[in-house]
């Protein structure tokens, strides 16, 4: 059969709610043709439709602490990096995190670096923080802060922490050696699966572009069925200055977009990013249309924040906002969905695993 067709009839299998398996993974990640890469898209969004209608979620990003510990090679605040680096205090993120809910976010993601100040007080201010947070604000939150002990997740689950973010970036143990440079494979995936365990949703994912075949990101959307992700992400791969990895260029988005595509035909009840982090608002639309149906790294335009992997782009002339974000959104007939369309959702033990097969 002409590949063509078997793209197609694989597209046709999981929009039925068959499961597919890495052979069809691979097979779809390979689509070049522009109709069945539209037919991707449109297969995706339909499941999403059907579950989610015309809503979509947004998440407010409160990077806090840029400093860390770790050297992963891609990433523009590892340790060796010489760059200007903030630590917010306990008052500014709790002002900027009101600010945050009063624009309209339905989660809060507080992230920092593995920055040795929390570790050295066993997170005493950032649970602190949590409480307030959740107290007189009363969202949703999401940590994420980098591999944690049992005991210090233990102590945000029984806060009521609803998140843990913790993404692997490839589930090939080699590769992940030389982009998590000196960092353990095993740790950072059971400090993910005990947060499970204690009760908290957990988010997975992947960086593309970052030297994995296709064979490696089929394992990776395996892998997050797998361990019952709530939320899968992928973002491509964008080259930071004086890192190890500053001559490796972007990426082609199509792969983005057909893993995001992919993403929503094998776990239609997941939730997945668009993240504004990789292209700015200027790539919101085209992951919306791929199947995602959550605005990742809206953040407050001129506090002195920063994104992980887009550290200024259309931060400080307010073009990631919600503001900006519901422009476009209603452009697309899309709508944002109210907070408590948020909380009845992620309080409904929802999880990427497939359930209607
Ligand atoms: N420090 C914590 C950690 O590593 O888990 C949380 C923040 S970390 C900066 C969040 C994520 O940003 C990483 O897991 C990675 O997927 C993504 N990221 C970092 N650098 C990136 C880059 N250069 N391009 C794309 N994504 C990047
Ligand atoms: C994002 N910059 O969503 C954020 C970050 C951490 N939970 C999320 C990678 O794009
Ligand atoms: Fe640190 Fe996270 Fe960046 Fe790795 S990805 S260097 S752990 S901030």
Known sequence: M???????????????????????????????????????????????????????????????????????????????????????????????????????????????????????????????????????IGLPVMISTGVLKNEIIDAFAKLGTEWYALYQETHNRELFKKLRVFQDYDERMNAKLYAQRKGMLIEEGILTGVGETLEDIAESLLAMGKINANQVRVMSFIPQKGTPMENIKTPDRNMELKIIAILRLMYPYALIPASLDVDGISGLKNRIRAGANVVTSII??????????????????????????????????????????YRSYIENNFHARRICS
């Open 2 to 136: 002409a590949r063509n067709h078997i793209q197609e009839e694989y597209i046709n299998k999981a929009a039925k709610g068959r499961m597919l398996n890495k052979h069809e993974i691979v097979e779809l990640l390979l689509i070049e043709d522009e109709d069945r890469l539209q037919a991707l898209f449109e297969a995706a969004r339909k499941i999403k439709q059907k579950i989610f209608s015309n809503k979509v979620f947004l998440y407010g990003f409160l990077y806090f602490s840029t400093w860390c510990r770790n050297d992963c090679n891609f990433c523009y605040f590892r340790k060796s990096n010489v760059i200007d680096r903030y630590r917010k205090t306990p008052a500014e993120v709790l002002d900027i995190a009101k600010r945050l809910a009063d624009s309209g976010v339905h989660l809060i993601d507080l992230t920092m670096g593995e920055d040795m100040k929390y570790h050295a007080e066993n997170f005493e201010s950032l649970l602190d923080i949590v409480e307030r947070i959740k107290k007189s």
């Open 300 to 341: 407050p335009p001129k506090e002195g924040l920063m994104g992980v992997a887009q550290n200024s782009k259309d931060v400080d002339d307010g073009g990631r906002t919600v503001e900006g974000v519901r422009t476009i959104l209603s452009e697309m007939g899309m709508e944002l969905a109210t907070v408590q369309e």
